[in-house]
């Protein structure tokens, strides 16, 4: 039976985890197909009820499960421990013990959305890319280091890549541009960054074995300044750590809410980790306000890339369009004609409409 670890965390995640395992044990009940799903501590709880953020009992766990399903991390609770003790820090330690280096970030814009963002009609209606973000090197991962000089604290964070870090990705980049549209956008900031320069080398030696695709580099400000002006000339984007943490929240706001992207991050080892990538969200806590889509969405994509159930991924997707083209929105997406529901209200909307379908 395939294994599942939830890890709710903190914030918004254990209100938002609640409603996508719901959404897990729908498909079990429709499908037949079953799952063992165990939940575990991560973050700001795993902190406060054993000192680790991340525990030797979860990592463990993660390890030996087919997919791991994270709702958050973090929050004002913990944000004055130091870096390598705080809730986030749990965050990075599974992506790099998992060695979860490829992300996968899609962005869709929903019809039914549209009015609900700022953006114009003619810009967000019919986008659909994917943001391939680097996940376990660069600047989060490089060395670091705090002393003290005569000009007071001088402090480092060093972002380092290998040629074999940078090939692997872009490498994906290019397999999975093929099976779309066939065009993948490398950014960079190559005008400043050594990194970035060895980046653009190894994506130019990479782009000779994939001929058919439209290959072009993009510096990472015109990027961000590209994705609000003209979002449709994208397909896939293929970028390193912190640059892909940027633009997706950025491209995020393409959807009408960061509480509507999903994501998948794969790696070299057989189990894969699905997370919105939206945080913790410390101001919406607890009052049933949170947007649970995201969350559905990941598993959604958990069911795809983890258990090749294409047919019952669909189906999650389907349902979720179902609910928001018959108006119901949580409060981030509200317009003055949608139906506010609360989070589990969207949660028992989505199971209803995969039970219709
Ligand atoms: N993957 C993760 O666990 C993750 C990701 C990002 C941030 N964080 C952590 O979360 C904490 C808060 O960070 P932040 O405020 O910068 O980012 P955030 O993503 O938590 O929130 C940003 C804004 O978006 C809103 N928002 C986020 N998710 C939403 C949802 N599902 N539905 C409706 N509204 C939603 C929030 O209310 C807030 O106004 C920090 O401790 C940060 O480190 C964790
Ligand atoms: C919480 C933080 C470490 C994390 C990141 O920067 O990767 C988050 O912003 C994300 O996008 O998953
Ligand atoms: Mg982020």
Redesign the pocket.
């Known amino acids: 039976m395939p294994k599942i670890a939830v890890l709710p ?5 254990p209100e ?1 985890v609640a409603e996508a395992v719901k959404v897990l044990k729908t498909i079990e009940e429709i499908s037949g197909v079953h799952f063992e799903i165990d939940e575990y501590l991560v ?1 700001g709880v795993a902190i406060d009820e054993t000192g680790n953020p991340l525990p030797a009992e979860t990592l463990e766990a993660c390890l030996e499960s087919d997919a791991v399903l ?7 609770k ?2 004055d421990l130091p870096g390598n003790l ?3 820090k749990a ?1 990075l330690g599974l992506r790099k013990e998992l060695q979860l280096f490829s992300n996968l970030r899609p962005v869709k814009t929903y019809d039914s959305l549209i009015s609900a963002s700022t953006l114009k009609p003619e810009v967000i209606q019919g986008v659909d890319l994917l943001v391939i973000r680097e996940l376990t090197g660069g600047i989060y991962f490089g060395e670091k280091s705090t002393e003290i000089t005569e000009n007071g604290i001088k402090v480092t964070d060093s972002l380092t890549y290998t040629e074999k870090e940078i090939e692997r990705i872009v490498r994906l980049g290019f397999e999975t541009a093929m099976k779309r549209r066939k065009k993948l956008t490398s950014v960079d900031k190559a005008n400043v960054l050594e990194s970035s320069r060895v980046w653009r080398k190894v994506v130019e030696k990479v782009a000779a074995d994939y001929p058919e695709v439209e290959l072009s580099h993009m510096l990472v400000d015109n990027c961000a300044m590209q994705l609000v002006r003209y979002p449709k000339q994208f397909d896939v984007i293929v970028t390193e750590n912190m640059f892909g943490d940027i633009l997706s ?1 950025e491209a995020a706001m393409l959807t009408g ?3 509507m992207l999903p994501s998948a991050s794969i790696g070299t080892e057989k189990v894969a980790m699905y ?10 806590a607890g009052q049933g ?7 559905i969405l990941s598993v959604a994509m958990m069911l795809k890339y983890s258990f090749n159930l294409n047919q019952e991924s669909e189906q999650i997707e389907q349902a979720v369009q179902k609910v928001l083209d018959a108006g119901y929105r ?3 997406l509200a317009t003055t004609e949608s139906k506010i529901v609360s ?1 589990k209200e969207m949660g028992e909307l989505v199971i209803q409409a995969m039970k219709d379908e």
């Open positions: 965390g903190d914030g918004i995640g938002i973050g994270l709702g958050a991390v973090g929050g004002p913990w944000d705080r809730p986030e965050l929240d809410s960061i509480g997370e919105p990538i939206h945080g913790s969200a410390p101001d919406i306000l949170a947007n649970p889509l995201a969350t949580t409060k981030d989070t």
